[in-house]
């Protein structure tokens, strides 16, 4: 199974960007990156994903390493609401579906 | 109200005591899961189930049973729950295995055991 490696915890400025780093060196060629944050006390929600090119929404933007070794979330503006645990997971196509949650990266957002 | 939905919020049982959890989602989607999150940690994948009558373990399957009768019902079942099931559970769905498709959560049940 392709592995992920993330730092434990990141710290932001309110309304400066974030940059999330996220290591899956053993990822595939089919396998998309998918990243979901978990606010304290809720479920985890979807924010984005790619497969070998940038990506934006209206969430984030994630930028994809060209050997696809490493790939990095990035929040344009931090808000407080921002402050949570962020998950990069290597989606493995043939896998039936699931999503194998590593530990995350824990954002604290300052005012 | 649309969406995915799980019942009870809050649990409180004994050890040995069958308990059932409901997930509920109204978007007709495929695929289903269950997950627990411990203290501190992040999800780990109990079942999951592609369509009706097919569900498959995912890591941590020992002590809980599933079915799925009904598209957009997956209960989870612990069968004599252990002190160690104490968790938050996780109920998610997602339209398709394909990798552009979100798994969308639900709220969660807070599970103890005494």
């Known amino acids: 199974d392709a592995k992920t490696t993330q730092p434990n915890s990141m710290e932001s400025n309110e309304e400066e960007p974030v940059h999330l780093p996220c290591n899956h060196s053993?990822?595939?060629?089919?396998?998309?990156i998918h990243w979901y944050r978990q606010l304290p006390s809720q479920g985890p929600e979807y924010v984005i994903h790619?497969?070998?090119s940038n990506v934006n929404n209206r969430m984030a933007s994630l930028a994809i390493a060209e050997d696809r070794k490493s790939s990095t979330l990035i929040l344009h503006r931090a808000t407080l609401r921002d402050a949570a645990v962020y998950y990069c997971i290597p989606y493995i196509y043939n896998q039936g579906g699931k999503l194998i949650f590593g530990q995350g990266t824990e954002l604290s957002v300052k005012p | 109200d649309a969406g995915i939905t799980q019942s009870p919020r809050y649990k409180i049982t004994e050890t040995g005591r069958q308990v059932t959890l409901m997930c509920h989602q109204t978007w007709s989607h495929s695929y289903m899961f269950w997950y627990r999150q411990d203290l501190g940690h992040g999800l780990r994948l109990i079942y999951y189930s592609a369509a009706a009558d097919i569900t498959d373990k995912g890591e941590v399957p020992d002590g809980y049973v599933v079915s799925r009768s009904k598209t957009e019902n997956f209960p989870l079942t612990l069968e004599s729950a252990t002190r160690s099931q104490t968790s938050v559970y996780f109920c998610?769905?997602?339209?398709?295995?394909?990798?552009?498709?979100?798994?969308?959560f639900g709220p969660g049940t807070r599970l103890t055991v005494l």
């Open positions: 790619g497969l070998t």
């Open positions: 053993t990822i595939s060629g089919t396998d998309y």
């Open positions: 998610a769905s997602s339209l398709d295995r394909q990798g552009y498709n979100e798994q969308f």
